[in-house]
């Protein structure tokens, strides 16, 4: 089963440490809600599984894959697929973003023609073909992302803020495509500070709060702190009927 592990990890920018944790596993059939608060560090966790920013201290693995071609520094990179919620897109149209991986793929390259044929479908991505990725909507780009990455089926997938710029359309194309990759077995880590229609599809959640980072192998047992409202009663009500 293919897994990216981190021990004994720290995240610090200048003297500020972001998050410590003593081990993390991420891995196939497992859908997770990131949970925390703006700033908490949810989008660095995610950069440091997918190898593309180096911790502080610690370590990051990944189990399960084939080993990386040798000229290769990095063997994370490439391992768990991330998405940004403002998506890199290839300069070219849909079609080409949707297909530019195949040339070097080894998977079957009909099989690769027969999921985008489908990808294009579910994500309701037909009109847009010949279209400038660099032309699309925010969502319209969310959705060709994830759209990418449901062709690919990658073994784990990493979703940053995914249904931000989303109307509700769009997110629910998005749900289909992530819960048929949920049900082919591919482990989601869903970063989103809300519940949204995607997080309804986790079964494990990792909270982000004081520096540490909790898990738990139930969505309902991490809540975030309570939001404590202080009033102070001498300043003046505004709004008031
Ligand atoms: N390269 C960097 N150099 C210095 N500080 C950074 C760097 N990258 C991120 N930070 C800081 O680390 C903190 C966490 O950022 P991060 O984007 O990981 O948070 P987040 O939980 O994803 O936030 P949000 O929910 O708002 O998207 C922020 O205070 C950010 O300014």
């Not at 660095?44 to 610690?58: D, E, H, N, V, Y």
């Not at 099989?111 to 479908?121: F, G, K, M, P």
């Not at 989303?166 to 049900?183: A, N």
């Amino acid at each position: 089963m293919a897994k990216i592990i981190a021990h004994d990890l720290e995240m610090r920018f200048g003297d500020k440490t972001l998050f410590t944790t003593q081990e993390l596993i991420f891995q196939e059939q497992q859908v997770i809600h990131l949970q925390g608060d703006n700033g908490c560090g949810k989008t660095t966790l995610m950069k440091l599984l997918a190898g593309l920013i180096k911790p502080s201290q610690g370590q990051v693995q990944a189990i399960g894959y084939s080993l990386a071609p040798w000229w290769r520094s990095n063997n994370i990179v490439g391992k768990a697929i991330y998405l940004h919620q403002h998506p890199y897109l290839f300069e070219g149209s849909v079609l080409y973003n949707l297909t530019y991986s195949f040339a070097f793929s080894d998977r079957d390259q009909h099989q690769l023609a027969a999921r985008t044929e489908q990808a294009i479908e579910m994500a309701e991505l037909g009109h847009l073909l010949p279209q400038l990725a660099s032309s699309l909507s925010g969502g319209e780009r969310q959705r060709l992302a994830i759209a990418r990455a449901w062709i690919i089926q990658p073994k784990l997938l990493m979703l940053d803020e995914p249904t931000s710029n989303m109307d509700k359309h769009s997110q629910r194309l998005v749900l289909q495509m992530v819960t048929d990759l949920k049900q082919q077995g591919t482990g989601i880590l869903i970063s989103s500070h809300q519940s949204c229609l995607l997080t309804q599809l986790c079964d494990h959640a990792w909270l982000i709060n004081n520096h540490k980072i909790s898990t738990t192998d139930t969505i309902q047992q991490v809540t975030t702190p309570t939001l404590a409202v202080h009033i102070n009663p001498n300043m003046p009500a505004t709004n008031a009927q």
